[in-house]
C-alpha cells in the first residue's frame, strides 16, 4: 500500500510526503538477498547456497540500500504521475525511513509554476500598411552604388548583376525592402503580443530553470566571443560578469515560455521545439487585427 500528501510550500514548490507498507517491501528486500546471493563470497559456501541467516547477518545493510536504490524512485515516479505533478527537477528526498515491512520518506521538488491568464484571445493587435518610399529606394540604391564604388547605377550596371534592366533592379530592391518591413513588422508585432500577455502576470519564475537557460547563453557567448578571436583566459575573466548581464533576458525568455507552454497546454499544442513559434500563430489567428 501507498500513501502520500502533497503540501503546497509554495507556488513553484511542493513537499510530498510518502509512506508504503506491506508485502511490496518484504519482495524488495527479497529481491535484494536473491541479487547479494548470487555473487556473495563467504567461506564454506558456494555462490547463491549461503543460508538466509548468514546473508542477514553479512548484507543486511547492503540489502537495505539496494531497497532504497530501487522503491525509491519507482514509488516516487508513481506518486508523481497519481496526483498530476508537472515536475521540473528532481527531488531532494530527505527523512528517510525504513523497516522490512515500512518506508518513510520526503520527496521536495520544483513544478511549473500555476498561471492565470485572464485573456489570450481576441487580443489587439495593430499594424500599419507596409509601402515603400521613395527615398527609402534611393537609400538602398545608393548604398549598393557605394559598396561597387560607382559614378552611377545604369542598366548596364544591373544586367552586370543578373537584371534585364534598372527597372528592374529597383523592383527587385523594393521587393526586399518591402519583406524587409513586413518582417520587422512581425517581430514588432510578436513582441507587443507577448509583453501584452506577461505585462501584469504575477508568476514566480523558477530558479532552476532561469540557471538552467543562463547556463546554456552563457555557452553561445563564449562560443561567440571565441569566434571573434579572444582569448580563452580573457573569456573566463569575463563569465562572471557574462553571467550577470544575461541574467535578466534568461528570466524575460523563461518566463515568456511558460505562459506560451500553459497556452500551448490549454489549446492541445504539443510541447516541442516548435511550440513557442506554434503558439504565437495561434494567437495571431484569434488576435483583434487594427490598422492604425
Known amino acids: 500500500m501507498t500513501k502520500s500528501e502533497v503540501k503546497k510550500l509554495d507556488s513553484t514548490k511542493r513537499q510530498i510526503d510518502i509512506e508504503v507498507s506491506g508485502e511490496r517491501i518484504k519482495n524488495k528486500f527479497e529481491e535484494a538477498f536473491g541479487e547479494i546471493s548470487k555473487s556473495a563470497k563467504i567461506p564454506g559456501f558456494r555462490p547463491g547456497h549461503a543460508p538466509r541467516d548468514i546473508l542477514e547477518k553479512n548484507f543486511s545493510g547492503h540489502a537495505q540500500e539496494l531497497v532504497l536504490k530501487n522503491l525509491i524512485p519507482e514509488v516516487y515516479d508513481e506518486v508523481v504521475k ?77 544586367r552586370s548583376i543578373g537584371y534585364p534592366d534598372l527597372a528592374e533592379l529597383k523592383a527587385a530592391l523594393e521587393r526586399q525592402i518591402f519583406i524587409r518591413k513586413e518582417n520587422q513588422q512581425r517581430q514588432r508585432i510578436e513582441k507587443d503580443l507577448i509583453e501584452g500577455l506577461t505585462k501584469d502576470l504575477d508568476l514566480k519564475i523558477p530558479q532552476v530553470m532561469v540557471s538552467r537557460h543562463q547556463d546554456e547563453m552563457l555557452r553561445q557567448a563564449k562560443v561567440n566571443l571565441a569566434l571573434k578571436g579572444v582569448e580563452r583566459q580573457e573569456i573566463d575573466k569575463q563569465e562572471k560578469q557574462l553571467r550577470q548581464q544575461l541574467e535578466p533576458e534568461a528570466k524575460r525568455q523563461v518566463r515568456d515560455y511558460l505562459v506560451l507552454a500553459h497556452i500551448a497546454k490549454k489549446e492541445n499544442i504539443e510541447v516541442n521545439d516548435q511550440m513557442p513559434q506554434k503558439v504565437i500563430e495561434f494567437l495571431l489567428r484569434e488576435a483583434d487585427w487594427q490598422q492604425g
Open 82 to 158: 497519481a496526483e498530476a505533478l508537472d515536475v521540473i527537477e528532481m527531488p531532494q528526498v530527505t527523512d528517510v525511513h525504513i523497516k522490512r515491512d515500512e518506508l518513510k520518506f520526503t520527496a521536495t521538488v520544483e513544478v511549473m509554476p500555476e498561471i492565470q491568464l485572464k485573456k489570450y484571445k481576441g487580443i489587439r493587435v495593430n499594424y500599419k500598411k507596409i509601402e515603400v518610399a521613395a527615398d527609402e529606394l534611393k537609400r538602398d540604391l545608393d548604398a549598393l552604388k557605394e559598396s561597387r564604388k560607382l559614378d552611377s547605377i545604369d542598366d548596364r550596371f544591373a
